[in-house]
């Protein structure tokens, strides 16, 4: 029966004296030669002895180029090895030109070693240039990142200048607002205050919007700084807590805040914990249907306080979790969606609490409701920088 070999280009079966598949047309000594994750298969797959020249093609033509045979004595000697390959003795193409007589073994020897030497050599340029190929493409992702970071930069410089500029006649509106809600400009009608009061809570989100908005092109630009101080943890909840409980009432949310009188301070920043605070018990109201119920409660474990807000409102399906942390992102993000805001209280909140060292785990159960949880550490102990 004919040995027959696994071409490494296109896998099908190949007679081994063949210097090139007929299947696929491949070399099939250079095709070994730059497949070596091939060749162990090959080997593997053919039950003939492996001769240099196995793995060299053209060394017929070689040797006729070289001077070495004519071309009839490799007609001759290809003959023979088609008459030993039928009798089921495989037999190398240089085996029968020696045992024919034609050449010694010495010159196919060298003639190979001289065939393995181009081969490397051809093998040591492909991969210069492969790794200058690799080197072009790094330095053109390198540019196109180099490209992205100041695209982005200049992204949150103008959200920055933008909100500072939009800050400005938002402060001289709400003013005038105020003027006029408590009849400084003389008295109102009813329908005149109504309509004050519709134009300050437009104002008040508008101005939380823009605050956002700082926060976060100060958080993209790396400006995060923190200045840590030893907090009371009732003060920080109740900056908000006017609006906040406005909001719940006007939705007929029960806001509960259960803080133990003994709660230790924490080392926090005010601000930034003031805000997180806001957020999270403003996304508590806000996906909360009415006659439901958010909560803040605190307890001290240890060196730490451990915070959890939580709500009896729509949750989150869990598969959908790690997305309420990408700015500018909210679940239903629908033209028709229920729910105001620009999708960046998450993301802000979770770069605060990483500056503090804090971590937010959230987790939720959807139609039940959603526990946002997170740890900062108590004053006065030496909590390691
Ligand atoms: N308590 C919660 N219950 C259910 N879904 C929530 C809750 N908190 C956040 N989510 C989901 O995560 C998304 C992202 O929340 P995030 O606070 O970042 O944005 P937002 O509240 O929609 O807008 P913004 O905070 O900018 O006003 C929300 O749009 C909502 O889909
Ligand atoms: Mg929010």
Redesign the pocket.
């Known amino acids: 029966m004919a040995v027959k070999i696994t071409c490494p280009s296109c896998h099908s079966s190949v007679d081994p004296s063949l210097h090139n598949c007929s299947q696929c047309g491949v070399s099939l000594g250079l095709a070994v030669a730059l497949n070596n994750t091939a060749f162990p298969d090959m080997v593997l797959s053919m039950d003939v002895r492996i001769a240099p020249e196995t793995l060299v093609p053209r060394l017929g033509e070689l040797l006729i180029e070289r001077g070495f045979i004519g071309f009839e004595d490799l007609e001759a000697a290809l003959d023979f090895q088609r008459e030993k390959i039928a009798k089921g003795e495989p037999c190398l193409i240089g085996q029968a030109l020696v045992e024919l007589g034609f050449v010694n073994q010495y010159t196919i020897d060298e003639v190979v070693t001289v065939q393995i030497f181009e081969l490397q050599h051809k093998l040591e340029r492909t991969n210069r240039e492969l790794e200058q190929r690799v080197a072009e493409r790094t330095a053109d992702l390198q540019q196109a990142l180099l490209k992205l970071t100041e695209l982005n930069r200049l992204k949150s410089n103008f959200i920055s200048n933008i909100s500072h500029e939009l800050r400005t006649p938002l402060t001289h509106i709400k003013g005038y607002l105020d003027i006029l809600a408590d009849h400084s400009l003389g008295p109102l009608t009813t329908s005149q205050e109504n309509a004050i009061e519709v134009l300050l809570r437009s104002e008040e989100r508008l101005e939380?919007?823009i605050d956002?908005l700082i926060q976060f092109s100060l958080a993209v630009k790396g400006e995060l700084n923190l200045s840590l101080e030893a907090l009371e943890v009732r003060q920080l909840v109740e900056a908000y807590l006017p609006q906040t409980l406005k909001k719940a009432e006007g939705k007929e949310i029960n806001l509960e805040i259960l803080l133990p009188s003994d709660l230790p301070r924490i080392v926090a920043d005010e601000d930034k914990m003031q805000w997180v605070f806001n957020?999270?018990l403003?996304?508590?109201i806000?996906?909360?249907p009415s006659g439901g119920t958010v909560a803040l409660s605190a307890i001290q474990e240890q060196d730490l306080v451990n915070f959890t807000?939580s709500?009896s409102?729509?949750?989150?399906p869990e598969e959908?979790l790690s997305?309420?942390?990408?700015?500018?992102?909210?679940?239903?993000?629908s033209v028709t969606?229920r729910?105001?805001?620009?999708?960046?209280?998450?993301?802000?909140?979770h770069r605060i609490l990483e500056a503090h060292g804090a971590a937010l785990s959230?987790d939720?159960t959807p139609g039940a409701?959603?526990r946002?949880m997170f740890s900062l550490p108590i004053a006065g102990i030496d909590h390691g920088g």
């Open positions: 939380q919007l956002d957020q999270l403003d996304n508590g806000k996906f909360t807000i709500d409102g729509i949750g989150i959908r997305e309420i942390f990408r700015p500018f992102h909210q679940l239903d993000g969606r729910y105001a805001g620009t999708g960046l209280g998450l993301a802000m909140v959230v939720s409701g959603t946002c």
